[in-house]
């Protein structure tokens, strides 16, 4: 919720609380129903400010209602099946772990994940912890949760012992999760709130991605071992660990053994209070312990010239262009910003991960081919388009130091040397790799000249891109990376440049194909210098002919750049 709803609620609830805790301490009782009626109007103050708000989140419930009720009924289908037990230990462990890592990217989300927001209210740790848990059962994930695992236990039970069990499983595992959350955001508010907790936020959507793909392969990979019976091994390990143990335990409940399931529902159980009484630990040094940046007079200062990995990297380059007087200095302003901010940082990590998971991922399923590499050249060449863009506002302060074309082109030289300083090694890297994974190491040359001389042509027209369709990236929305108006601009920036970068490519490719064609395998290694050469050659006249535009239209670069 915003700052506005948040204040809106804390307000009209702050007295009742304070009432609530008058003359005594709380109890768990007392506190319960008001951190919910707190929850509830945060959600409430939340969805008053825009009809946009109230339609999305009423579209999220629709569909997490449709999908858990999908899940619900798939898992009840699965009741009887020999598998069934492996698939529900799994599956509440998957749970657990997404409940766990969850809060560490999307914190913004519910501000009552915010303790320190409380440090002010006369309330006793206990009470406290107790009562946020009950708030932190009202929402759409838990509900979600409930579904799953209710199905779980569904299709687990098989006797009315293992029911009774379940009876106390289900609460088990969704108390379980949702304190593991808490836990793991109160222990890391501070980082949550800071410019790494928000880096951590712009990268959520890569490790979600990521994530797809390995559970595509994981999937891949356990049709073709037999199916769910290559699970066994490992549920029988899961199922002894919380949460997935309380699940176990009905498993175990329905199969006769009954003391198996008494130890596997004491050991969530066992669980539940050890993470209670973390998190609770964790609270109260939140609220009792300075925070650092109350201590920031004590540090001695710290020199940032020559640390971090920006001028680590910079130092790569030859020592005359580091000698230039603009050459150095933008090297390292451009490779400070990737290290430093959260959006270029998150362009470029995407870049990487997708550069090297196509490739990789291809070459272990046996169905790709080693020019499929060129997909990382490809991915990093893109972080050419839009230089301008990136400065923001602050490109006004470069933009004084341009008073020629000569000043231009050394401008973007640099800030395509800084790319390369990246680019050329992961490439190669990328290619050998697949290589090595293909055992196609014959082609290995004409693979690295093809990247070369991909990753020169998108240098190329990125500057030209640059200079000639500008436009800004707001810096006060996380998601968003094109100003209103703008969209039109980046997709004939990005798309435009891609097709001329493809056009640029044409005679490498041809000359591929023509060696391939003819028989001429043997002279294919050829193609590395050739594609080095040409990657260069065609780089170097695409920063040349941006100079002059760069120079000549300072001032609408200047503000296209600055709208966001």
Known sequence: MSGTAATTAT??????????????????????????RLKLSLLRNGLRQSSGRRAAYLMSVVVTLLVAAAQLFGLIVLRGNDHAGTVVVMLTAVLALGWAVMPLFFSSGDETLDPTRLVMLPLRPRPLTAALLAASLVGIGPLFTLCLVVGSAVATAHSAVAALVSVVAVPLVLLLCVALARAVATA????????KGRDLAVLSGLLIAVGIQVVNF?????????????????????????????IGAVDSASEGAYGRAVLQLLLSGVALVAVMYVWQRSMVKLMTAPDGSTLAAAEPSRKESGRGLGPALARLLPGRLRAEGRTGPVVLRSLRYVWRDPKTKAAWVTSLA??????????????GTIYFACFAAGMLGVQMYNQFGQDTSAFWM??????STRDAYLELRARALALLVITLPYSALVTVATAGLLGDWRALPEALGLSFALLGAMLATGAVSSARFPYSIPQDSTYKNVAPGQAGLAWLSIFGGMLGAALLCAPVIALTIWLHVSGA???TWLLLPVGTVYGALVTTGGLRLAAPRTAARLPEILTAVSKG
């Open 11 to 36: 307000g009209s609830e702050a007295g009742t609380t304070a009432r609530a805790t008058a003359g005594a301490p709380a109890g768990t009782a007392a506190l319960a129903p008001v951190f919910v």
């Open 188 to 195: 890391n508010i501070r980082l949550l709130t800071s410019r």
């Open 218 to 246: 994981g999937a891949q990979r356990l049709s073709d071992a037999g199916g769910l019976a290559a699970l066994a091994p490992v549920a029988r390990f899961v199922r002894w660990l919380p949460p997935a143990s309380a």
């Open 354 to 367: 997708i550069g090297l998971i196509v490739p990789l991922f291809n070459a272990l399923q046996g169905t």
């Open 398 to 403: 470069v933009a004084l130091t341009i008073s």
């Open 521 to 523: 395998d043997d002279w």
